[in-house]
């Protein structure tokens, strides 16, 4: 349970700095607001990241990152997950899509890019990780040009009512961004963010999230990084295989999900960016998963 600003969420935004840094062959995504504001405890990343020294420095850090988060290719799970998101928003975009809601936000600094100021971006997060976000934004100075709302949640209590009453939604499509989030909560908080989606969102908004089966413990290297997350306070407790999180959504009437290997997601780049990179056994772990929120069924008890 959360009770502080996430650790993970810093996490993950000092590795989107350190995979913008990566040599052209190697670059799975690029950030460059990533790169300007990783927040504490990373943030001495950013002056070895920039300056003469910052392939070697590259490098020394990547092979950090792999000995603290004790699992080779989680790096590159973070980045190829935020390439693919952004891939698909770039997708949705170009379709007409306006509002864009972020659930579980913590460093995540797409709503401060140039190309989306006409977009309306709603970042739901914890108090605490959306206080140290925005005191981040303030250090740096970094104004939102277009529309922002921010709406602090506990995702493990009773947060629907909060943001209904917000008003932030509307009725406009939405396409939903739920990264790195569900992992980190229990069965019960998953299909009430689920069940929020439909009652609130209407027909023909999206959802994508990364997911992976958690509780398998033949998945070395993905217990590796449970255990390093939950070291944090931040244990995973939520995720499953393909076919039960298929069949979750099914009993939530989401068919014909659109679910992506991250192994599937790697070849697919290399090929396309002519990247040269490992296909690393925890990338067989994640998937990603893309629904159409297609009306309000009925609450599922
Ligand atoms: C690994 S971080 C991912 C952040 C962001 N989506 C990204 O990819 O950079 C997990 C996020 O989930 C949020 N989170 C986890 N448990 C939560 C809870 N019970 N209530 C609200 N937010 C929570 C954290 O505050 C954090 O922002």
């Given at each position: 349970?959360?009770?502080?600003?996430?650790?993970?969420?810093?996490?993950?935004?000092?590795?989107?700095?350190?995979?913008?840094?990566?040599?052209?062959?190697?670059?799975?995504?690029?950030?460059?607001?990533?790169?300007?504001?990783?927040?504490?405890?990373?943030?001495?990343?950013?002056?070895?990241?920039?300056?003469?020294?910052?392939?070697?420095?590259?490098?020394?850090?990547?092979?950090?990152?792999?000995?603290?988060?004790?699992?080779?290719?989680?790096?590159?799970?973070v980045a190829l997950r935020y390439r693919h998101i952004d891939d698909q928003l770039q997708d949705a975009?170009?379709?007409?899509?306006r509002q864009v809601l972020l659930l579980g936000a913590g460093f995540d600094y797409r709503a401060y890019?140039?190309?989306?100021?006409?977009?309306?971006?709603?970042?739901?997060?914890?108090?605490?990780?959306?206080?140290?976000?925005?005191?981040?934004?303030?250090?740096?100075?970094?104004?939102?040009?277009?529309?922002?709302?921010?709406?602090?949640?506990?995702?493990?209590?009773?947060?629907?009512?909060t943001l209904q009453q917000s008003g932030a939604l509307g009725n406009e499509p939405t396409f939903v961004?739920?990264?790195?989030?569900?992992?980190?909560?229990?069965?019960?908080?998953?299909?009430?963010?689920?069940?929020?989606?439909?009652?609130?969102?209407?027909?023909?908004?999206?959802?994508?999230?990364?997911?992976?089966?958690?509780?398998?413990?033949?998945?070395?290297?993905?217990?590796?990084?449970?255990?390093?997350?939950?070291?944090?306070?931040?244990?995973?407790?939520?995720?499953?295989?393909?076919?039960?999180?298929?069949?979750?959504?099914?009993?939530?009437?989401?068919?014909?999900?659109?679910?992506?290997?991250?192994?599937?997601?790697?070849?697919?780049?290399?090929?396309?960016?002519?990247?040269?990179?490992?296909?690393?056994?925890?990338?067989?772990?994640?998937?990603?998963?893309?629904?159409?929120?297609?009306?309000?069924?009925?609450?599922?008890?």
């Amino acid at each position: 349970m959360l009770d502080q600003a996430s650790r993970t969420a810093a996490d993950v935004a000092a590795v989107r700095a350190l995979c913008s840094a990566a040599p052209p062959g190697q670059r799975i995504m690029y950030d460059a607001l990533s790169l300007q504001m990783i927040p504490p405890p990373w943030r001495f990343w950013r002056f070895m990241l920039s300056g003469p020294l910052r392939s070697i420095n590259y490098q020394f850090l990547r092979s950090c990152a792999h000995f603290k988060s004790g699992s080779r290719g989680m790096c590159e799970v973070v980045a190829l997950r935020y390439r693919h998101i952004d891939d698909q928003l770039q997708d949705a975009y170009e379709r007409g899509i306006r509002q864009v809601l972020l659930l579980g936000a913590g460093f995540d600094y797409r709503a401060y890019r140039p190309e989306y100021t006409d977009v309306h971006f709603i970042e739901v997060d914890h108090p605490a990780t959306q206080a140290a976000k925005l005191a981040l934004l303030d250090e740096h100075h970094v104004s939102t040009l277009g529309r922002v709302s921010y709406i602090g949640v506990d995702f493990m209590g009773d947060w629907a009512s909060t943001l209904q009453q917000s008003g932030a939604l509307g009725n406009e499509p939405t396409f939903v961004i739920w990264e790195g989030v569900a992992y980190y909560l229990d069965g019960q908080a998953v299909c009430y963010t689920l069940q929020t989606l439909l009652d609130q969102l209407p027909a023909d908004s999206q959802l994508i999230f990364d997911c992976a089966p958690v509780q398998d413990d033949s998945a070395r290297e993905l217990q590796r990084a449970a255990r390093y997350a939950a070291s944090h306070g931040e244990p995973m407790l939520w995720g499953g295989t393909m076919h039960e999180v298929e069949a979750l959504l099914n009993s939530f009437h989401l068919s014909t999900p659109k679910i992506h290997r991250f192994s599937d997601l790697m070849r697919t780049l290399m090929v396309e960016e002519s990247l040269s990179l490992p296909i690393e056994p925890v990338f067989d772990q994640f998937y990603m998963v893309e629904v159409v929120l297609n009306g309000r069924p009925p609450h599922i008890a």
